[in-house]
Every structure is written in C-alpha cells, then in structure tokens.
Nanobody, 121 residues
C-alpha cells in the first residue's frame, strides 16, 4: 500500500505564505513523476507544479514566480512553498505520485487526501 499524506494547509491573508508537505510511505520501488494539483469549488482539478523526473520542474502560469516545488528523495517528501498568495489560490491542494511498487509492476497513480488552502482578501 502506498500512502500520501499532505499537511501545511490553512488560512492566510493575501500576500502571505504557506508551505505544503507530502509524506509518501509504503512499499515503493521507484517514484517517477510527482506533483501538486489543486481544485477550487466548481472547477476542475489542475496541475499547479510538477517534477516529471525528479529534477526538472514545471509550473502553471498562474503560480510562476510565486510557488516552488521541491523534493527530498531521502525522506520521500514533496514540498510546495507558496508565497505572495492570492484569493484565487484558494483550493484543496492534492499531492500526486506516479510510482512503481515493484520492479515488475506497472506505474500507478497515487493521491493524497488533500489539504485546504484559503486565502482571504
């Protein structure tokens, strides 16, 4: 079983900062792609920031220059530093990992339970 547990969400004022963490545990052979997604009420889930191969990063245009994704491979933890937060960043943020549990298994998608981020104006 692979588990992703997010933490670090909360309520902040416009311009504030939050740091989200995603701890990954369980039987894992290799984690390939990791990323952060978000879903606001009435909207589809969207990619916020991704690490396609553990080294390169990509960001949604709306968060470029404000958010930073990073990964601690030793501890299987993914982070999202969010600065200069805006009300439109309000959403549930989800951690995602595409991983193999064994050398012989196919890749599978794993999701955390989500953490609420609310930015007040």
């Amino acid at each position: 079983q692979v588990q992703l547990v997010e933490s670090g969400g909360g309520l902040v004022h416009t311009g504030g900062s939050l740091r989200l963490s995603c701890a990954i545990s369980g039987t894992i052979f290799r984690i390939n792609t990791m990323g952060w997604y978000r879903q606001a009420p009435g909207k589809q889930r969207e990619l916020v920031a991704g690490m396609p191969n553990g080294r390169t990063t990509n960001y949604a245009d709306s968060v470029k220059g404000r958010f930073t994704i990073s990964r601690d491979n030793a501890n299987n933890t993914l982070y999202l530093q969010m600065n200069s937060l805006k009300p439109e960043d309000t959403a549930v943020y989800y951690c995602n990992a595409v991983a193999r549990r064994t050398p012989y298994s196919t890749e599978a998608d794993y999701w955390g339970q989500g953490t609420q981020v609310t930015v007040s104006s």
